[in-house]
């Protein structure tokens, strides 16, 4: 069965703009998760959706947001970006939210 | 809140060897998962092993296998008959099962490199 798909793969923009990330999940999976990661500080979790709601969300200001639509697929939306905002943004799916999780390839984005 | 260590940045071993990756946690909860997750260099985070703390007994998957130490907090993987392709960095991770708390917390990983 198809894995986890994340688009783009790739990602520039500049300061101040705003991004919007997508990811389909394994069919049937109705829990979502995004996270970022960053050399400096690793894997970190942003927010969880589960049957269209949000039911976690990490420590990460406003400007990140995400929604999930009735098929499962999410997205996750930045707005004005900063330099620091570059990162491996990391989505993944699960049947539940607690059995485990499978992770997508990821998108790269850089914030110029 | 949970933490996850994993104080080794990086190791090396000979093809056909075994290596051990360690990794130690902090959580007063009772119920949790904890996962060892493989990151190759296509970035894709792929599910190594996964151990319930009510479970007594170490996960084993083919060639891997832990040592999970509950009353320690210690969550070791031993990596049997290591392959060229098992080289990437892996990530303990620790799920608490208390409400709906089912966010993963990362240690900050370890980069493996198997020689041939």
């Known amino acids: 069965k198809a894995g986890v798909t994340q688009t783009p793969r790739y990602l520039i923009k500049t300061r101040g703009q705003q991004v919007t990330l997508s990811c389909s999940p394994i069919s049937g999976h109705r829990s979502v998760s995004w996270y970022q990661q960053t050399p400096g500080q690793g894997l970190q979790f942003l927010f969880e959706y589960f049957s269209e709601t949000q039911r976690n969300k990490g420590n990460f200001p406003g400007r990140f947001s995400g929604r999930q639509f009735s098929n499962s697929r999410s997205e996750m939306n930045v707005s004005t970006l900063e330099l620091g905002d570059s990162a491996l943004y990391l989505c993944?799916?699960?049947?539940?939210?607690?059995?485990?999780?499978?992770f997508g390839s990821g998108t790269r984005l850089t914030v110029v | 809140a949970q933490t996850v260590t994993q104080s080794q940045p990086e190791m090396s071993v000979q093809e056909a060897e075994t290596v051990t990756l360690s990794c130690t946690y902090d959580?007063?909860?009772?119920?949790?998962?904890l996962f060892w997750y493989k990151q190759p260099p296509s970035r894709q985070m792929i599910l190594v092993i996964r151990?319930?703390?009510?479970?007594?007994q170490n996960a084993t998957e083919n060639r891997f296998s832990v040592n999970f130490q509950k009353a320690a907090k210690s969550f070791s993987l031993k990596i049997s008959d290591s392959q060229l392709g098992d080289t990437a960095m892996y990530f303990c991770?620790?799920?608490?099962?208390?409400?709906?708390?089912?966010?993963?917390?990362f240690g900050k990983g370890i980069t493996l490199s198997v020689r041939p």
């Open positions: 991770a620790f799920m608490s099962l208390t409400g709906a708390n089912s966010k993963l917390t």
């Open positions: 151990q319930e703390a009510y479970k007594q």
């Open positions: 959580t007063s909860e009772n119920n949790y998962y």
């Open positions: 993944a799916s699960s049947l539940d939210g607690f059995y485990g999780y499978t």
